[in-house]
Structures are given as C-alpha cells and as structure tokens.
C-alpha cells in the first residue's frame, strides 16, 4: 500500500492512476470526510492525522502543498505557502514516528527554485541553496521531510521543474495566451527554463520509489533545457501560432503578476538530472518539441 498525499492534484492523480495501473493500493490522505477505504482524514494545517492511516504502507509520495502560480502573491498568502508545506511535512513524519513499524521509503516533493536563480550554469543536485522567497521555501520544506531519515525511512525530495500538462498546471495556464498568438518572452529571454513531461514525471517518481538505492535530491527535469526565448518559440510552431517577437519587461511582469514573476518566471535553472541518468531512467522526452507534440 502506498500514501499519497496531494492525490486530487494535476502530478498526484496522475501518479495514483498509474500506480493502480500496475497493481498498488492507492491510499489518499484527504482533507474532507473520506469516500471509501481507500482515502483516510488528516488536517495539516491543524495537525491531525492518526498514525493508524498510515498503518501497512510501504512508501508515502508526499505532494500536498497551497499552489504557487495561481493567486497573487501577498503576506497572507506567503504565510499559506510555507505553512501548508512546513507544517503539512511536520504533521506527516510526526504520525510516521508513531507506528512501530514505519513505511520504507518518504518521496516528498520540492521544486526546482531551491537552486535559485543560477544563470546558464548547469546544477545538478550538488548545487546548494539559493537565495529568494522560493528557495527559503523549498529548503525548509526539504528539511522537514529528512526528518522521517532519524526513523530508518529512506528520503528523497523531489525537485520538479516546469511540469508540461496540457490538462493544468504552468503550460495550461500558458496555452490560452499561445492559441490568442500572444505568446512572447518573458524579461530577456535567456533565463532557463527546465521542463519535463508529466509521462515523464511519473515515471521518474515511480523510478524513485522502486529503487532503493536513490535518496536525497532528486532533480526531475528533462536533460534538455532551454532558454525562455527557445520556450516560447517551440511551443508557438507547436500549436501553429506566431508569437510576439518584443519581450516581456521585467517590470510590467511584476506590475502585472507580482513578485511571482521574479522568483520563478525570470529566474533560470538549467537543470541537469544526474541522479535519474545515474541510476538509468530513460527519459520519453528529451526534447521540448517532441515532448509538446506528445501533451498537446
């Protein structure tokens, strides 16, 4: 049996159906009065959650976590941020530290905005912490979540870049603009931009919890990055539309957005995913035209 938190979101139910495709137990930890024994109460905000919903899990895939991209950013909602991602982590590996027996592996997600902004030099999961609102967020969350290691679990956190899905998600909330042909780069354009197929994604995740051998960061994003600029090129031909040759500025992306648009849409990670490589996942999508022609 398997825990997955964050089940009822665009990655988590997507990794719940291919789980119970090849034959798992699915159990979704829910935040609303559960239908059917395959989904168990908890509270995180609050934190409740009895260790007996855990009871005979082997892993726990942790994605629950307020979203980052959908509502202008403000103190309250910072503050939402962190504590649904800190707190939920706490609540979790607390319940996890009270069964006799805990499950083998914790998967906990993270983001790519760890690294913080990083230019054009390839990082790998050696590279440290950033700096900015996005990295503080994903290093306290990580931290949280490498608590469960004091418990004999194997951990490992999940840096995910840009998830492409046409069904949600960054490239949903973009498809509208490209189909309007009002597609253009974004600040200068030659920040990286690190994707990553959500076929891919799950595998990736699935690769992870099947081998025992991989722990700590791991980063889930394809080995082709590309700039913003090669982003927004790439994806009009994909969907037969022109795009705005003038760029974005920088500051009527933060008039407009807030200050999301600095931590994540004008910040470059080009990110290299030595551990899947290392350990021999073979990546569907390796190139960003391939892997939208697959989405869309």
Request: a positive charge; charged letters at 25%.
């Amino acid at each position: 049996m398997i825990i997955v938190t964050g089940a009822s979101g665009l990655l988590g139910g997507a990794l719940a159906e291919a789980l119970r495709g090849r034959g798992d137990r699915v159990v979704a930890l829910v935040r609303r009065p559960p239908q059917g024994p395959d989904e168990r109460f908890w509270d995180p905000a609050e934190g409740v959650l009895e260790p007996a919903a855990l009871e005979d899990a082997t892993a726990v895939v942790h994605l629950a976590g307020a979203p980052v991209g959908d509502r202008r950013w403000n103190a309250a909602y910072k503050r939402e941020l962190i504590r649904s991602r800190v707190l939920g982590t706490r609540t979790l590996v607390r319940a996890l530290g009270e069964l006799s027996r805990p499950p083998e592996a914790l998967l906990s997600a993270s983001g790519v905005d760890f690294y913080g902004d990083t230019g054009d030099r390839p990082i790998d999961e050696r590279a440290g912490q950033g700096e900015g609102f996005l990295a503080e967020l994903c290093g306290r969350w990580e931290k949280e979540a490498r608590e469960a290691e004091a418990l004999g679990m194997r951990t490992a956190q999940l840096r995910t870049s840009i998830a492409l899905s046409r069904r949600g998600g960054a490239l949903g909330r973009m498809l509208p603009i490209f189909k309007a042909g009002l597609g253009a780069p974004l600040g200068s354009g030659r920040q990286y931009w690190s994707w990553i197929s959500e076929q891919d994604w799950v595998g990736a995740v699935l690769h992870v919890l099947d081998r025992p051998e991989v722990s700590g960061p791991v980063n889930l994003g394809s080995p082709g990055p590309v700039t913003n600029e090669e982003f927004t090129r790439t994806l009009g031909k994909a969907l037969r539309k022109g795009t705005v040759p003038m760029p974005v500025p920088a500051f009527a992306l933060s008039l407009g957005i807030g200050e999301f648009a600095k931590e994540a849409l004008l910040r470059s990670h080009r990110l290299v995913p030595r551990k899947l490589e290392d350990t021999g996942y073979g990546f569907a999508h390796t190139r960003l035209d391939e892997a939208l022609r697959a989405v869309l």
